[in-house]
């Protein structure tokens, strides 16, 4: 049934099919149900160079998603993420409809902390909902959270390999150019840790298509001060393929 609101992102219609539903399209299923997303195609060109992936299914249409295969361990996907959470989740959910069961996502993203150091590693428990995609598969709320046993597995593993991490939420939003200072302070106040473009949207399809989600950011660029601090947090190339690689072994534990 549609609820009606005066604001159009808030109506909600628990309506589990839609008129364009990529579990009705026969896709291809993959030849493994485990996944990482990352946003770190420098990794991915990296593999693709030293044979590492190899194709699973491209994805066609003007902007075509490749998804690949780990040869050393084909019961890992690879794909890179597009940004945004109707592009980044919206792909999950064609995933899912091609047999996808886990998820582990690594990527990078703005820290709301100054005191959280770039590179460091932020287990993600939830996020706030500061976009609109979510609000088509649940209910109006302000928070979504991760499923608590996939996140005190990934725990669990990074404490037993002596990974030093954080925990806690992110922002998750649509304007990247509309971080104010006062939306800042209020995110920070709220318990948010880092701001990104993709968690909220993630969380809500793994909980929609009930598949396991589990994600890991680390500290990128600051945007925690008056003035945008870069930090060259793109530019960490051993961590970012740290992670991918730390990532493939989690996938296989959730």
């Not at 609820?3 to 493994?32: G, I, M, Q, R, Y």
């Not at 994805?59 to 959470?85: A, S």
Request: proline share 3%; net charge negative; glycine share 8%.
């Amino acid at each position: 049934m549609l609820t009606k609101n005066d604001f159009p992102v808030l109506e909600f219609d628990d309506d589990n099919d839609a008129v364009v539903n990529p579990f009705k399209w026969n896709l291809d299923p993959f030849s493994t149900d485990k996944l990482i997303i990352t946003f770190f195609p420098d990794v991915i060109n990296e593999l693709l160079e030293t044979g590492a992936l190899e194709l699973e299914q491209n994805f066609g249409g003007e902007n075509p998603v490749y998804v690949y295969r780990f040869k050393d361990n084909p019961d890992v996907l690879i794909t890179l993420g597009y940004v945004g959470c109707p592009a980044c989740a919206g792909n999950l959910e064609v995933f899912a409809s091609c047999g996808v069961k886990k998820v582990m996502f690594c990527g990078g993203g703005g820290v709301l902390d100054k005191n959280i150091k770039v590179g460091e590693l932020l287990v993600v428990e939830g996020a706030i909902r500061d976009e609109g995609f979510t609000y088509k598969y649940l209910e109006p709320s302000r928070y979504i959270y991760t499923d608590k046993k996939i996140t005190q597995k990934i725990t669990a593993y990074l404490d037993e390999h002596k990974i030093s991490y954080l925990t806690g939420i992110t922002w998750t939003t649509d304007a990247m150019f509309r971080e104010t200072k006062a939306l800042v302070e209020q995110r920070k106040s709220e318990g948010a840790k880092i701001v990104e473009m993709e968690q909220a949207g993630c969380i809500a399809i793994s909980q929609f298509r009930n598949f396991d989600y589990g994600a890991i950011i680390y500290g990128g660029d600051d945007v925690s001060q008056e003035e945008w601090d870069n930090r060259s947090w793109d530019k960490r190339k051993g961590i970012r393929y740290n992670l991918v690689m730390l990532c493939k072994e989690l996938v296989k534990e959730i």
